[in-house]
């Protein structure tokens, strides 16, 4: 009786795992297609969407405007490809390794609580050239920023060769505090602080640059937002670090072209 229990748990198990239902493993390949089928722009549903239109084009506008390996785009003889754009992506030499993927930056999100996260780090890190993990976070208590760096994940970026830019997040403790945000964009001598201990992070850890990654903000207007992103970009260019930030896609209140 007991091999026979056995023996039909081991079929049980097999079918299970051979259709996919084991509960700690995620069907990505099902999930990955499911994604790219509601990311597809020229699906009928979004034929009408005003933000789409304006700013669905990213595909197309890296496969003609991104250098390729041969140093030329498209269609044009062999020549230094950074003169072509009028905003290069190279922030300056460090940036070069970029340029050996067709589509330029070819970069993924890592977090340090999905265990998944840091599997999926070791499969696909030969595929990237940067890599944007959750590491540096704002404090609601102090209005400052402190660091929660995997020194696993960590190992594994450097090891490959790969650029580290860390999100920078209003994430505390499980909430995302608007109110911190708006307090220190509200406040120079907050914003300020915040730049420069960012610098000084940025420095010490060798990162290329900075993410922005601010949710759940409390703002009634886009000013304060906006100048915060301009002065952040400005100072760290100045000193050859890369911003980006992200945004909330088909929502009005973000002033898309400012930012």
Same mark, same amino acid.
């Given at each position: 009786m007991i091999v026979l229990v056995l023996i039909l748990g081991v079929v049980i198990f097999s079918i299970a795992v051979n259709r996919g239902y084991t509960? &700690? #493993?995620p069907r990505i390949k099902e999930?990955?297609? #499911?994604?790219?089928k509601v990311l597809d722009t020229n699906?009928? !549903?979004f034929k009408n969407n005003n933000l789409l239109q304006q700013y669905g084009g990213f595909r197309k506008y890296i496969n003609e405007k991104v250098p390729y390996k041969s140093g030329a785009f498209p269609g044009q003889a062999r020549k230094d490809p950074y003169k072509s754009l009028a905003h290069p992506f190279r922030l300056d030499t460090s940036f070069q390794s970029f340029t050996k993927f067709p589509s330029g930056i070819r970069a993924a999100f890592y977090v340090d609580w999905d265990a998944q996260s840091f599997l999926s780090l070791q499969e696909y890190i030969s595929k990237m050239n940067l890599v944007i993990p959750e590491w540096i976070f704002i404090d609601p208590t102090a209005d400052t920023i402190f660091t929660t760096i995997d020194d696993r994940a960590w190992k594994v970026m450097k090891n490959a060769?790969?650029?580290i830019m860390p999100i920078l997040s209003n994430n505390y403790k499980e909430v995302f505090r608007g109110d911190a945000v708006h307090r220190i964009i509200n406040d120079p001598k907050k914003k300020q602080r915040l730049i420069d201990d960012l610098i000084r992070i940025l420095q010490k850890n060798d990162f290329v640059g900075v993410n922005v990654d601010f949710e759940e903000l409390v703002e009634t207007k886009n000013e304060h937002l906006v100048q915060f992103?301009? &002065?952040l970009y400005n100072q !760290?260019?100045?000193k050859h670090f890369l911003v980006t930030q992200d945004v909330i896609p088909f929502n009005e209140d973000y002033n898309f072209k400012e930012l």
């Open positions: 509960p &700690d #493993l999930q990955s297609q #499911l994604y790219k699906r009928i !549903l060769g790969v650029k992103q301009r &002065d !760290l260019h100045a």
